[in-house]
């Protein structure tokens, strides 16, 4: 059995996921250790152990495993970061936090990104600001894991991540950012998720009592002790939430500005607050 076949073998046992075709050969390329891009033009046999490697990876996609877990990595932005369980699966939306936030960091000044992940956020600022002194929190001991794991394989000198809630690890600390994909969904939305989210990605990074502010809310408030005169700081949250949190931050006598802006889908995703001056 060459590449190709075995791609099509895999493609059938995935026959009732959305995407069986591409999926396919991201599973037989990754099990075969060569690139997509080679399969079709493989004529030489597998051999017995890749070819079982790829079967066992694709029965892992049947029971409904996301496939960044089972491949290991994912993509954010530019930069190829180890996700696994305990790691929430960095997302295209959440780009618009770097996109945002990253060009208006003061030179030579301090972002902090509260609910690290993998490290997602933390990890592309440090990429395109090599200037800037970053500090990232994470209260999942698996996810900081993960986040630890992709700052080495990156090398970042100027970055530091701490284990704990919000602010908690940073007493006495101010940024000049602040940047947050932290958990939104209300709890009672957990059974109309996709499996693949359901299931397998961890209940800590996803869910928040209520309606799923409250966790964001206190991050907010927390923006008084810890963010500099004029510094800003941008949220990820559910497109339902954005205009209660934005009437929230707007009643916060230490903020100036309160805008919502959209994600890359033009979807309300975000709160971008800035404190006011001195």
């Not at 079967?55 to 960044?68: F, I």
């Not at 940073?170 to 958990?183: K, Q, T, Y």
């Amino acid at each position: 059995m060459n590449a190709e076949e075995l791609r099509r073998e895999i493609a059938e046992r995935l026959a009732e996921t959305d995407n069986a075709a591409q999926e396919s050969g991201w599973l037989t390329a990754r099990a075969a250790g060569i690139p997509v891009s080679e399969i079709l033009f493989r004529e030489e046999e597998l051999g017995e152990k890749e070819i079982r490697k790829a079967r066992e990876l694709a029965d892992r996609r049947v029971k409904g495993e996301p496939l960044q877990y089972i491949l290991g990595d994912e993509y954010f932005g530019e930069m190829l970061l180890k996700v696994g369980p305990g790691c929430l699966i960095p997302r295209p939306e959440t780009w618009g936090i770097v996109e945002t936030l990253s060009p208006q960091i003061p030179r030579d000044g301090s972002f902090c990104e509260l609910g690290v992940g993998s490290g997602a956020i933390a990890l592309s600022i440090a990429s395109a600001r090599p200037d800037v002194r970053i500090c990232g929190s994470e209260i999942s001991p698996d996810a900081l894991r993960w986040a630890e794991r992709n700052l080495a394989a990156f090398g970042f000198s100027h970055v530091e991540f701490r284990a704990g809630s919000l602010f908690e690890p940073f007493a006495g600390m101010r940024f000049d950012a602040v940047g947050a994909n932290l958990p939104y969904i209300p709890r009672s939305e957990k059974p109309n998720l996709q499996r693949e989210v359901r299931d397998f990605e961890p209940d800590i990074a996803l869910f928040a009592d209520g309606d799923g502010s409250g966790i964001i809310r206190q991050a907010l408030l927390g923006l008084e002790k810890h963010l500099k005169p004029e510094g800003i700081a941008m949220f990820e949250a559910g497109s339902e939430q954005t205009r209660p949190l934005a009437e929230f931050a707007a009643d916060l006598p230490f903020l100036s500005e309160t805008m919502i802006l959209n994600d890359c889908f033009g979807k309300p995703r975000f709160l971008f607050v800035k404190r006011q001056a001195e």
